[in-house]
């Protein structure tokens, strides 16, 4: 659910991430955002779907969206080569035009256009703090 609303298309159904694991046999890969869970043996699937509700308020999603972005910066320093207007035009639009069109959340409506548009705005601000991060570095 987004906006108080169920979202059907725009990416966010449907994706494959373990979510319930016994800590003992598990770890998350080395990563800020987005960490996958490495597990030590086997991996089951629920019959059902697990309600995962990464959505309080519209102003809590753009503030984690924000902390997201700047630990991506921090993420992709050491695998991003130099920044040229490809990081900072083509791929916010792609970020958009994938969720947006590709994975048609034009079908969610005005959900669906304020999620492709606040991916390419996070994308934007990957690099806006990549290129601040490198900057204060330098």
């Not at 966010?12 to 597990?39: G, M, P, Q």
């Not at 079908?107 to 548009?117: A, K, M, N, P």
Request: net charge positive; with cysteine.
């Amino acid at each position: 659910h987004f906006m108080g609303e169920r979202v059907h298309y725009s990416g966010w159904r449907n994706d494959k991430v373990i979510r319930l694991f016994k800590r003992d046999y598990c770890k998350y890969e080395d990563k800020n955002v987005h960490a996958e869970i490495i597990a030590n043996g086997s991996i089951g699937q629920l019959k059902n779907k697990l309600y995962h509700n990464t959505y309080i308020t519209f102003d809590k999603y753009v503030e984690k969206m924000n902390r997201y972005a700047t630990w991506q910066a921090k993420d992709y320093d050491k695998k991003t080569g130099r920044l040229t207007p490809y990081h900072f035009v083509i791929k916010p639009f792609w970020g958009f035009f994938k969720h947006y069109i590709v994975q048609s959340g034009f079908r969610d409506g005005v959900v669906g256009f304020t999620i492709g548009y606040l991916q390419a705005y996070v994308v934007f601000m990957r690099y806006v703090k990549l290129w601040l991060l490198r900057r204060n570095r330098e």
